[in-house]
């Protein structure tokens, strides 16, 4: 049975930093240094553009940390551009996760879980869907049985993958017969011209890597301390995410040189296969199986709670809006959410689905950094425990980015892009159906 009522506050200031984490660290990171790497050829602007790519990431963060410290409810985005630009903005916004962003992420990212789950057991040829599906249902039933549930599973998995990386590093230096000289080329020329334009090229698939420092602002109303405790933790994880990456990117630089990493795809089955032999594939894969999974946990956890934000303030979408009288938590959200992505996985393919979502994640993205200059002026005497540091400029540079972003992908993905725009043009009837709703009430 569920019921109307407000979610609880269980969440705390390490339990932020494991969702970030969880969501951060995933498949990315075993898997794009070898594109990164076709687009610069110095180990010094590889690292660079790594380092560059958390800066981005970083200011995101502030944003998003001053966001939610001046409004601590559930729903995220959701929340700060309703606030920002008013009800249909939040609308838009909500309608676009639970029908494209959130479910398509939660779709390919169970796809890659299947594809990994196949090539560690491949006695079940052409299963991967199938075994996305399950995923998706498993991991949605358990966040229904509650949020301490999905949140202990978090935290677990994101400790074993920090412990998963610090072994790869400490294995990487110790074991792995590697050479200093492979830094050598360091930083050889400011790059010009077409290097420069590869620099842009590099952070697109970097940015992804980074994607999800913002998953614990769509909890933000089940914190004990939302005001104090949501912002800083997004910024600590933001850093350990950095330093992992910086580290294990100078693990791999050290083991193969920049040109051996860009023929490599699957760079950090190369790295443990150069320690211990063929077995080091399968234990890698285990390892990517292990970061994938709680990467799915993330996004299932936090993407549970747009539907519950958006359903109490729209009556079209008014059945979503109630939490579980059992288990305290948004159930019907949830479901939704699974029910769609299992529909989105025997869809599409992993590619279809990575990028069907992107260019509107970025351009939300923006809208979001515009909204903390519109939340300045609209609500000046609100009480901000938080104010970003660098304000106006980081705001700025963060907003600017995240529309380049934007029209770059939709410039290089022009089907998928209008496809998930035709998605977002839906909901612009469904905000008008909601208000004639509400007028007859």
């Known amino acids: 049975m569920s019921v109307s009522g407000e979610l609880k506050r269980t969440l705390g200031f390490w339990d932020s930093v494991a969702?970030?984490?969880?969501?951060?660290?995933?498949?990315g990171i075993f898997r794009t240094p070898s594109e990164i790497c076709t687009y610069?050829?110095?180990?010094?602007?590889?690292?660079?553009?790594?380092?560059l790519g958390g800066v981005i990431a970083f200011l995101g963060t502030l944003c998003y940390s001053e966001l939610a410290s001046s409004f601590p409810e559930t729903g995220g985005t959701y929340v700060y551009l309703k606030y920002a630009?008013?009800?249909?903005?939040?609308?838009?916004?909500?309608?676009?996760?639970?029908?494209?962003?959130?479910?398509?992420?939660?779709?390919?990212?169970?796809?890659?879980?299947?594809e990994y789950a196949l090539n560690f057991f491949p006695h079940f040829p052409g299963a991967e869907k199938?075994?996305?599906?399950?995923?998706?249902?498993?991991?949605?039933?358990?966040?229904?049985?509650?949020?301490?549930?999905?949140?202990?599973?978090?935290?677990?998995?994101?400790?074993?993958?920090?412990?998963?990386?610090v072994s790869l590093v400490v294995l990487g230096f110790t074991l792995g017969k590697g050479s200093t000289h492979h830094f050598q080329s360091i930083f050889p020329a400011f790059p010009q011209g077409a290097s420069l334009s590869n620099l842009g090229l590099a952070l697109v698939p970097?940015?992804?890597?980074?994607?999800?420092?913002?998953?614990?602002?769509?909890?933000?109303?089940?914190?004990?301390?939302?005001?104090?405790?949501?912002?800083?933790?997004?910024?600590?994880?933001?850093?350990?995410?950095?330093?992992?990456?910086?580290?294990?990117?100078?693990?791999?630089?050290?083991?193969?040189?920049?040109?051996?990493?860009?023929v490599r795809k699957l760079i950090a089955a190369d790295v443990m296969k150069s320690i211990f032999g063929a077995r080091g594939q399968g234990m890698i894969t285990a390892v990517i199986l292990f970061c994938i999974f709680g990467v799915l946990n993330t996004v299932i956890l936090a993407g549970g709670r747009i539907p519950y934000a958006i359903a109490k303030d729209h009556s079209i979408l008014k059945g979503l809006g109630t939490i579980s009288q059992k288990f305290q938590t948004p159930d019907r959200g949830l479901l939704v959410n699974a029910l769609w992505a299992s529909v989105l996985v025997l869809w599409g393919s992993f590619r279809q689905l990575l990028f069907l979502s992107a260019a509107s994640v970025w351009f939300f993205?923006?809208?979001?950094?515009?909204?903390?200059?519109?939340?300045?002026?609209?609500?000046?005497?609100?009480?901000?425990?938080?104010?970003?540091?660098g304000y106006p400029w980081t705001a700025a540079i963060f907003t600017i980015v995240a529309l380049w972003i934007f029209l770059n992908t939709t410039i290089y993905s022009p089907r998928e892009s209008f496809f998930g725009f035709a998605v977002i043009s839906l909901g612009i009837p469904l905000y008008w159906i909601s208000k004639r709703l509400d007028k007859l009430k």
């Open 206 to 262: 970097i940015l992804w890597t980074y994607g999800g420092w913002h998953e614990s602002t769509f909890v933000a109303g089940e914190f004990k301390k939302t005001d104090t405790e949501l912002p800083f933790s997004l910024l600590t994880a933001a850093g350990i995410v950095i330093l992992f990456y910086l580290v294990v990117n100078s693990v791999y630089v050290y083991l193969f040189p920049v040109h051996e990493i860009a």
């Open 365 to 389: 993205f923006a809208a979001a950094g515009i909204a903390v200059f519109v939340m300045r002026k609209k609500f000046q005497e609100r009480h901000r425990p938080f104010r970003m540091w």
């Open 85 to 114: 630009y008013g009800p249909w903005a939040g609308f838009l916004f909500g309608w676009s996760e639970m029908a494209l962003m959130r479910t398509a992420s939660i779709a390919s990212v169970s796809y890659a879980f299947g």
């Open 130 to 165: 199938g075994v996305a599906i399950s995923a998706i249902w498993i991991l949605t039933l358990i966040n229904i049985a509650g949020v301490h549930y999905g949140k202990w599973l978090q935290n677990f998995v994101s400790l074993g993958k920090a412990m998963v990386l």
């Open 19 to 27: 969702i970030v984490i969880g969501s951060v660290v995933g498949t």
């Open 40 to 51: 610069l050829n110095d180990p010094g602007w590889v690292l660079f553009a790594w380092f």
